[in-house]
């Protein structure tokens, strides 16, 4: 598995300041306020997770799951294949994301999560890749701008391999090939 890694992009001592970092600006933000977590599965299970233990606010957690990337390529239809739980109307929702690359995912998210009437909705993402949007979003919380590159590690997968790694890094080219 590591033998398929290029180069690591984010270091895991990193990604921990940059989650603690911020996790503070959530609690400041949202200082006396209950703030609805709602994760995108299955890439934000290990950000999600480090970034609620340092979150000293109130919360809700929940989970949604959708699906535009098969492989490397996003084929750029959004379909929700897990919804909610829970009602977010009033709420202060924060959407958590592994990546924003294309934008699509998020756009649809925004656009299907504001008919259920939140109080306010944002979205904090661990990575952003800006080179390669397609549709504008509003990121309010951004761990980390990468360039266009294929990354992997710390929840992010390709054919669902690699999301154990603890830091992000870069496939090389040879362990990229479309099944
Ligand atoms: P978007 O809709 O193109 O913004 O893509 C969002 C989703 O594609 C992310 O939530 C990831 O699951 C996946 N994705 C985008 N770029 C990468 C990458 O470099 N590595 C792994 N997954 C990625
Ligand atoms: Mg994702």
Do not use: W
Not at 108 to 122: C, D, I, Q, V
Not at 152 to 170: A, F, Q, S, T
Request: hydrophobic share 35%.
């Amino acid at each position: 598995m590591t033998q398929d890694i290029k180069e690591i992009l984010i270091s895991q001592s990193q990604i921990d300041a940059r989650v603690k970092e911020l996790a503070g600006e959530i609690n400041k933000d949202y200082k006396g306020k209950c703030v609805f977590f709602i994760g995108v599965l299955k890439g934000c299970f290990l950000f999600l997770s480090d970034l609620l233990k340092e979150i000293k606010l109130d919360t809700n957690v929940d989970f949604m799951m959708v699906s535009s990337y098969s492989g490397t390529q996003s084929s750029g239809v959004v379909r929700t294949l897990l919804d909610l739980k829970q009602s977010i109307e009033g709420k202060h929702v924060i959407i958590v994301e592994d990546i924003v690359d294309s934008g699509l995912t998020m756009n649809y998210m925004l656009k299907n999560l504001s008919t259920r009437n939140p109080k306010s909705l944002e979205i904090c993402t661990l990575l952003n890749k800006p080179s390669c949007r397609k549709i504008k979003v509003p990121i309010k919380y951004s761990g980390f701008e990468i360039p266009d590159k294929f990354v992997v590690g710390y929840g992010l997968d390709y054919n669902e391999i690699y999301r154990n790694l603890p830091y992000i890094g870069v496939l090389k080219e040879s362990a990229i090939k479309e099944r």
